[in-house]
Each structure stands twice: as C-alpha cells, then as structure tokens.
C-alpha cells in the first residue's frame, strides 16, 4: 500500500464515520404521554419509539409544531409550559414556564417566531424561536374592556397570526412583520364563545367554531378590509343538542378537495361544507360526537374519532359519497390519528390501552402496536411544512 493510498484513505475515515451517525428527521414523529408529562419520539419507518424526553409539565392539553428544518419540536404544555425538543438527541433544549395555563401555539412562516395562546393570564404571548426569549406580548382584552382566554391560534402567510377572543367573542388577526409593534385588526361581535380555530391548507380562510350557538364564523384573509362572517347559522336548528363530553376540535380538520368536514358540536354528525360558497352541502351521520376529522393526504377518506362513551371507535368516512364505509374499534379512549406523510398508514393513540396502533390506511389493517404511556396526541414532523400546524 502506497503512502499516498494511506492518506487517502485517514482523510476518508471522518466522514465514514460521520456517515455513520447521520439521519434525517422527516420520518420523525412525538408522541405526547399525558399522565407523565413525558413525548415519546418515534420513527415512522421502522414503526417504533426511539426515544423518551421527560420532564415536559402538564401535557393533558398538549400540542406541536416543528422547526423548517423538522429537528426541533415545540410542545406547548397545558401549565404554561413551553419546552423546545431535539428530536436527534431526544432532550430539551430549552423549556420555560411563560404562563399559568396554556391552550396551545404556533410558528411563523419564516420559523422565525413562537406564538403561544394562554387561557390565564390570557392573550397571546410571543418568543425567539431560537432561544425561547420573550419578544411580544399581546394582552387579550375584549370591546367589553374585560381579559379573555385565547384560542384557536394559527399561523398565516405573511408573519401572521389569528386566534379568537372565547370571552370577548372576537377574532384578532395579528402582523408580525415588525414584532415589536404588532399589527393588529380586532374583529368584534363575531359570535359566542368561539373555542377552536383553524386555517384551510393554503392559509386563506380563518374558521372559528361557536359554543355558544350554533354556527361558525369564518374570515377571508385575502380581503380587504377584513371582516368576520357567520356561516352554518342554526346548524342544529329542529334537533335536540346532546350533552358535549369532549369538545370536538377544528385542529386537523377534513379539507378535502373543495370542501370541509367539519365536527358539529352537540351532534352526532359531521356537516360538508362548500369550500367555495362556505355553505353547507351535506352531512354524514356518525357513531357518536366527532371529536377529530382527519384527512387521509390524498382527500380519498376521513377518520373520525369520537367523544366519550363511544371513544373506542374510528369510522372512515368515503368523501364522494359522504358514506361511512369501515368502522374500527381499537380500544379504549382513542383521543388522536395522525397520518403519515404520504398517507400510506394512519397511527391512533389508545390511550386507556397504553399503546399506539399502525393501521395500512387503503386496508385498514393493523400493521404494528407501539407500547406508549397514556398516549395522547402524535405530531409527525412533515407538519412543519404545512400552513396552520
């Protein structure tokens, strides 16, 4: 062997080695544990958990959103917390306790920013994303001069945020383009108690659903001046409203093709929407009160899961013919779905069963069981390229 062969080869060991421990995160996923305020981080390829970060708080309300390059997920902690999580290394880069009870959050579309939503002090408070610093404030008081909770929080195009006012009855779209003065446009009057919010896939139309009566206001962000309009008024109107066990969430709703399926409060159905018109054009009767509506990626199906009693089953629900065509019954108290990036398989947390079903989402059968402790939701990292997650 030449001297010259030696060399070559010393030089090339390094980055034989650092082969060795590379990999990429768009496989990655958390998975929020609630009782023990600890994430799992799974790999969606092998079908396994790969890791375990502890000490993340209260998680019973817990959520994720992910940084552009998908190595860092933000949990927001239902106590405040707000904790930044190394998916390769599986610890907390930073974690702090930036109020007294939390509803969630989201990033900017630059990644720039975390906005958090607070039930107490209220608000919308904002942080360096980078360092979890404090940058803005948004204190969340109302027409009638009262603090209310916030909810419903969003990203839009733009540096944007839009949450609502659950007190108030208001809808705040908030431009962050200079964070130190942020824009704000109030949109008063939209309706009782709006509780979830959400934005269809390409950051156009702010929906908020209303608890305190039957309806949904909706906001089109590409007109200008914006203004706040009902849709869906009196959904429920003829029929008696059921007790509501488990509030059904905007979070992760059906867009699919020119409509949304959206879970009706009180009801045991989901209602089409006409993404065009915002107005209704169907409704599917399902097993019990929906509490998610997922999409499969491709549009073809829904997922529904249900409030309890009736939280052992997931009904699939065929979008051309607003049929349910499969009913699932996975176990107990199955609180989450998500799917993975192509859509290939959906996991579903059973949560009263500790585990984390794998169903082949054309199929529906059961592909993998991963032991988990009180699963709630599961956050797969592609949601960092998606407007509104």
């Not at 062997?1 to 768009?26: E, N, S, Y």
């Not at 996991?347 to 054309?362: K, L, M, N, P």
């Given at each position: 062997?030449?001297?010259?062969?030696?060399?070559?080869?010393?030089?090339?060991?390094?980055?034989?080695?650092?082969?060795?421990?590379?990999?990429?995160?768009?496989?990655l996923g958390l998975v929020i544990e609630r009782a023990t305020g600890s994430a799992l981080i799974v790999d969606t390829g092998e079908r396994k958990a790969i890791g375990r970060v502890e000490g993340l708080g209260d998680l019973s309300h817990a959520s994720a959103v992910f940084s552009p390059d998908q190595r860092y997920a933000y949990v927001f902690g239902r106590d405040g917390g707000l904790s930044k999580v190394?998916?390769?290394t599986a610890t907390i880069a930073r974690r702090i306790v930036q109020a007294g009870n939390s509803i969630g959050g989201a990033i900017s579309d630059d990644g720039a920013l975390i906005a958090v939503s607070n039930y107490e002090p209220g608000g919308v408070r904002v942080f360096d994303a980078r360092t979890l610093d404090p940058i803005a404030s948004i204190p969340a008081v109302g027409a009638d001069g009262r603090t209310s909770k916030t909810i419903g929080l969003v990203d839009?195009?733009?540096?944007?945020?839009?949450?609502?006012?659950?007190?108030?009855?208001?809808?705040?779209?908030?431009d962050l383009t200079n964070v130190e003065v942020p824009a704000v446009t109030r949109l008063t009057d939209v309706g009782k108690l709006p509780y979830d919010g959400n934005v269809t896939p390409d950051g156009r139309h702010y929906l908020a659903g209303l608890f305190g009566e039957d309806g949904v206001v909706h906001v089109d962000t590409w007109q200008q001046p914006l203004k706040a309009e009902r849709i869906l008024d009196g959904y429920g109107r003829g029929e008696q409203q059921l007790p509501v066990y488990k509030m059904p969430h905007l979070e992760g709703w059906a867009a699919v093709g020119d409509k949304l399926l959206l879970p009706a409060v009180g009801h045991h159905e989901l209602i089409a929407v006409d993404l065009r018109k915002f107005t209704e054009v169907g409704r599917v009767a399902t097993h019990g009160q929906p509490v998610f509506a997922v999409a499969r990626p491709d549009g073809r199906h829904v997922w529904v899961n249900f409030a309890h009693p009736l939280n052992d089953t997931i009904e699939v629900v065929d979008t051309e013919s607003l049929e349910v065509i499969h009913r699932l019954t996975p176990g107990p108290a199955v609180l989450h779905m998500e799917f993975t990036p192509r859509?290939?398989?959906?996991?579903?947390?059973?949560?009263?069963?500790?585990?984390?079903?794998?169903?082949?989402?054309?199929?529906?059968a059961k592909k993998a069981e991963i032991p988990a402790q009180k699963p709630s939701g599961i956050f797969f990292t592609a949601r960092a390229t998606r407007i509104g997650q």
């Open positions: 062997m030449t001297l010259r062969l030696v060399l070559t080869l010393l030089l090339m060991m390094p980055a034989f080695a650092r082969a060795d421990g590379l990999r990429g995160t768009g496989n190394d998916l390769l839009l195009p733009g540096r944007r945020f839009a949450w609502a006012l659950y007190d108030a009855g208001e809808i705040w779209i908030a859509g290939n398989e959906v996991w579903v947390s059973v949560r009263d069963a500790d585990r984390i079903d794998v169903y082949d989402a054309a199929s529906f």
